[in-house]
């Protein structure tokens, strides 16, 4: 069956905007919110087997971790639950830290979002960078930067400021010749595309559900024995099986709960047969077939308009995201009169740092408009008329 987005809206009670502003947070089905209450107002314990209450607790623990291998083609005995990838990747950093020397080496890249930088540096490891070229957003090459000292590489799958995604299959398969481990921030790819971590080669790989249509919630997945291997800081009475170990205090059953009924709701995207993973993997393809029309149209609509520039190269292979800016408005007043039409598109460096200051942008960064599975035609021509549209001095 072909792409109706126009079926897929009806699902969702908060589309009277344009939105465009999904990189930094998607809106909501209907049947997540409905998940969420649904959990939070029922009969529900701390997990056990003794009365339903813990059954039920148990349960959605257990249909959580399930949903989400199934989403990135993981082991459910790998999946972490956290409050945020930024949470999880600190809390991977310390721990992974412990076993490093003082002349041990990490790279990351200044593609990255910060989350994916900041706790690699702050580990006290000599840090190696991986620069980008501004003209296209491609990655260099890691192969240069590895040494035997390498104890990890951490490297985005997708550019949350310009959509570029790096090759990981072939960084992975020279990580691994290195003798280290790769740490893939998957936050901004898996909302577009389908997604086996094993098939990357990921040691590690970390999303955020509310991304992908989901709660506010982040999520890690990695080979349960490389699990068995590490040991976090945790309580003394709480359990050391993997991979409770690194979830500390009681898991939100509510976000968990939402977050089997959003990646059940990206299974149904296109309605057909088969096991959930299988339905993901027909569903997320048609997706993107229909947000790579969108960016085409996006792409060619921005470049007709005078005074604007686009940041990376329309031509590469990338996620349905465009970084752009207006000559002689402020980002902050494009983000502001867009807003004001009613298209939210927003503006900043979206804590891709780095990113955003080798593109020449600082701090204040530029104005991101991201497409997602509810973006249609006229949502798209509604952000040019509005580009268009905007006063200059």
Not at 48 to 57: C, F, I, K, N
Not at 166 to 175: G, K, Q, S
Not at 247 to 263: M, R, S, V
Request: aromatic share 6%; glycine share 10%.
């Amino acid at each position: 069956m072909t792409y109706d987005v126009w079926k897929i809206r009806e699902h969702f009670s908060a589309l009277s905007a344009a939105h465009f502003d999904g990189p930094g947070g998607s809106q909501v089905p209907d049947v997540v919110g409905a998940a969420v209450a649904e959990t939070l107002c029922a009969a529900i314990a701390n997990r056990g087997v003794v009365t339903a209450a813990e059954r039920r607790a148990s349960a959605v623990v257990a249909e959580a971790r399930q949903a989400v291998a199934d989403l990135l083609d993981a082991d459910p005995a790998g999946v972490v639950f956290g409050r945020s990838m930024t949470q999880l990747t600190y809390d991977f950093s310390r721990t992974l830290a412990r076993g490093w020397g003082p002349d041990d080496e990490v790279v990351v890249t200044r593609l990255d979002h910060d989350a994916n930088i900041r706790p690699w540096v702050q580990t006290g490891a000599k840090v190696r960078w991986a620069d980008f070229d501004p003209a296209t957003g491609e990655l260099a090459p890691i192969g240069p930067l590895l040494s035997e000292r390498t104890r990890l590489v951490a490297v985005t799958a997708a550019s949350n400021l310009l959509g570029t995604r790096p090759d990981i299959p072939a960084i992975a398969a020279e990580v691994h010749a290195a003798g280290a481990l790769l740490y893939v921030d998957g936050v901004h790819l898996t909302p577009h595309a389908s997604v086996s971590a094993r098939d990357l080669g990921a040691d590690f790989y970390a999303c955020s559900p509310y991304k992908f249509l989901g709660p506010h919630l982040g999520v890690l997945v990695a080979a349960p024995a490389l699990l068995e291997t590490l040991h976090p800081d945790k309580l003394l009475p709480s359990t050391d099986a993997v991979p409770e170990r690194f979830e500390l205090g009681t898991l939100p059953y509510e976000l968990l709960a939402g977050t089997t009924a959003a990646i059940d709701f990206l299974a149904g995207l296109v309605p057909g047969p088969g096991s959930r993973r299988q339905r993901l993997v027909a569903s997320m393809a048609a997706l993107e077939a229909h947000e790579d029309a969108l960016l085409a149209r996006l792409d060619g609509g921005l470049a007709s308009l005078p005074g604007v520039t686009r940041y990376g190269a329309p031509d590469r292979r990338r996620t349905p995201t465009v970084l752009f800016s207006v000559d002689g408005v402020p980002s902050q007043a494009v983000y502001e009169h867009l807003g004001a039409v009613g298209v939210n598109a927003p503006a900043g460096s979206f804590y891709a740092i780095e990113c955003s200051r080798h593109l020449g942008l600082g701090d204040t960064g530029a104005v991101r408009a991201g497409i997602a599975p509810y973006t249609t035609e006229e949502d798209v021509d509604r952000l040019l008329a509005g580009v268009k549209s905007l006063p200059r001095g």
